[in-house]
Structures are given as C-alpha cells and as structure tokens.
C-alpha cells in the first residue's frame, strides 16, 4: 500500500502562510492639550507604522524642530502657541515614506488644532463705595456639570499589543493582527466617572485595499 505525504505538506505550508502577520501602515499627529493659554508651550505626538523623515509646519506659534525622522514609533515636538485666536500644526511626510515593509507609502499631511484661550479680566468702578443691603443672600443650587476631561484612563485590544503603548495624550494606535482576522475586542475606562465612551467592544474589521 502506497504512502501519500504531499497533501500533508501542502497542508502544512498553508497554515503557515495564514499565520503570517499583517503590518498595516498608519501615520497620524495627536496634540498633548485642546487649549493653551497665549504664549502657552505644549506637545504633539507625530508618527505611526511607518518609516521616514516629516516635515513640520506651523500656523500662528512656533515648533522645536522643522523636522522629525520616525521609524515605526511616535516623535514629540514641542510648539509655543501665538497671543491668540488658534495654532494649527501640520506634518507632512517627504519623498521616499514608506510602511513597515518598505513599500512606498503616501498618507498625506496631518493637521492638529488647538485652541488659545484668553483669561478676561474683571474690571472695577474705582471711587464707588459699595452698597449694603439688609436682604438675605440666596445661594444658587449646584449644578453637576457635564465632564470637561475627554482623556481614557485605559485602552486595550484582547490579545493584541498597541502601538506605541498606550498614552492618554496619544490619540492614534497601530497594532498588528493575524490574516484573516476578522473582528478585535476593545476595551477601555474614562479618567473621570462622569464622562461617557462609546466604541468599545467587539468590533467587525474590514480589509482596507
């Protein structure tokens, strides 16, 4: 009786073929603060599953570089806003990015915005006595405002690793993921109770070509 072993390794070599990992490209930039006071100093997170000099540029403030080179990971830049009104930082990858694999790979430019917020100043009527009256004095009730803190205390995806590792300032995450692949568990807490997340959860992929 003959022995037949060619199925197995076809078998074989096509399960290892499946396991093989998928390096999905990414590039994106993400500021430290919403809102700076004028003149305020903060950061932005520039980079992503990709590989390759950026260019830096930046309206109504100033960076600490004109340039960033990333290499499967996040540079930080430091920006000084202007007296007013918004900065807006852009990154823009040069020629020759490219994704993990080292193919050629051409997001496109990337812009964060932040507000600049101007403290107003109380002013006062000098030479003017103040007024007493015998009135009672009714405290307004306390009203419990909506959270002004939209940061995550955590985020994980179910046996997965983020990249880069998780930062509350950092809004944009890579992570690679067996072919064929077809839905990821997110996971993730709010810094402040009175906060509300959506997004998490089981999550349906969808194979971007």
């Known amino acids: 009786m003959k022995k037949y072993i060619v199925p197995t390794i076809i ?23 919403k809102q700076v006071k004028p003149n305020e100093s903060f950061t932005v997170s520039i980079g992503g599953q990709c590989i390759g000099r ?27 806003a202007g007296s007013s009104g918004s900065v807006t930082v852009t990154a823009t990858p040069t020629p020759g990015f490219s994704d993990p694999d080292a193919n050629e790979y051409t997001p496109g430019s990337r812009s964060t ?19 007493t009256t015998n009135k009672p004095v009714t405290k307004p009730n306390k009203v419990d405002k909506k959270s002004s803190n939209n940061l995550l205390a955590s985020l994980a995806i179910e046996n997965s690793e983020l990249l880069p590792n998780f930062d509350a300032n950092v809004g944009e995450y890579a992570v690679n993921l067996p072919a064929g692949t077809s839905k990821i568990n997110i996971t993730a807490n709010v810094a402040d109770t009175k906060a509300t997340l959506a997004g998490t959860g089981e999550i349906e992929l969808k194979e971007r070509r």
Not at 11 to 33: H, R
Not at 115 to 131: A, C, D, K, L
């Open 113 to 131: 915005t932040v507000t600049i917020h101007e403290e107003n100043s109380t002013s006062t009527n000098s030479g003017q006595s103040p007024t």
């Open 11 to 33: 078998v074989l070599f096509m399960i290892i073929i499946g396991a093989t990992p998928v390096n999905a490209a990414s590039f994106g930039i993400s500021s430290s603060k």
């Open 54 to 80: 950026v260019n830096i540029s930046v309206s109504n403030g100033t960076a600490s570089t004109s340039s960033v080179w990333v290499e499967q990971n996040y540079a930080q830049v430091t920006i000084t």
